[in-house]
């Protein structure tokens, strides 16, 4: 983990709440694997203080890649940024999935959960069957669809809540099906907390193996400040930060 300033090469508006940002990081773009995240300092000032987690979409050393969601004054200064604009970031941060091979993977992205899905599509697809479902509220919350398809996938499922786009229904609506239908060995996801929640009860028992990435309130980023502690199913606390952001499904208490 370092502390880097770095430079902004584009911060290009996907639509009017999401924003894919390409930073230059030697170290960063080197050093990092799938699952890890990093801390920005989404302004020059001391408002805000704290500096924001976001996953990392996409890592070409020198280059990493943020996709965000503005929902907050630091996510709306964020989308603020212009080339050639410095910025500080730490990282890389937290833990990562570990290797796979000759696998069929089944890979659940809830909305935003789609950035550490990416990474992981990028780096496991070569060796194992890949299968994506992709879900969001709408079609405005289901972008960066020429990236996925660029990627190399057995298949893909799209849904949204109201059916703009793909199936009407939720990410976990058939999840069940698709791991019998295919044979999926292990499945990795990254969504809202009520995504994982019925994710646990539909999936648990089946006999995959199963990752997540999971979101916290972060102070630090790197065990200090305890702002991140998830309950785990055997009454101790995990930090998302060090402990994290993966985990089995199973360890945390739902
Ligand atoms: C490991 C990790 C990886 C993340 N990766 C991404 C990513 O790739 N892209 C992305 O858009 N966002 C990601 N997030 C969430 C992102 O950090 C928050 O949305 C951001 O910090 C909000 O900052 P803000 O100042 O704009 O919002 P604030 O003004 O601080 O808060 C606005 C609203 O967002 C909620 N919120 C703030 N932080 C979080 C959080 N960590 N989890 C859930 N809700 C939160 C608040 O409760 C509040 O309702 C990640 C979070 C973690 C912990
Ligand atoms: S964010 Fe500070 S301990 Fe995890």
Redesign the pocket.
Known sequence: MKEQRCFVKENKKINENYFLMKIKSEYISKNSKPGN?VMVN?SETFD?LLK????I?KSEPPFIW???????????LLSNFKKNDKISILGPL?NSLPEFKNKKILMIAGG?GI?PIFYSIHTYSQHNDIFLVYGAKSEKDLNLYEEIKSKKLKKLFLYTDNGSVGKKGLVTSDVKNIINNNKVDITISCGPEPMFKTLVKKIEHIGTENYI??????GCGFGICHS?AKKTKNNNYKQ??TDG?IFKMEDIKW
């Open positions: 995240f989404v805000p924001r987690p976001f996953g979409f943020l996709y965000f969601e503005v929902v907050g004054k630091g996510t709306k937290g935003r950035v990435s999971m979101e916290a309130l972060m991140c998302v930060c952001p």
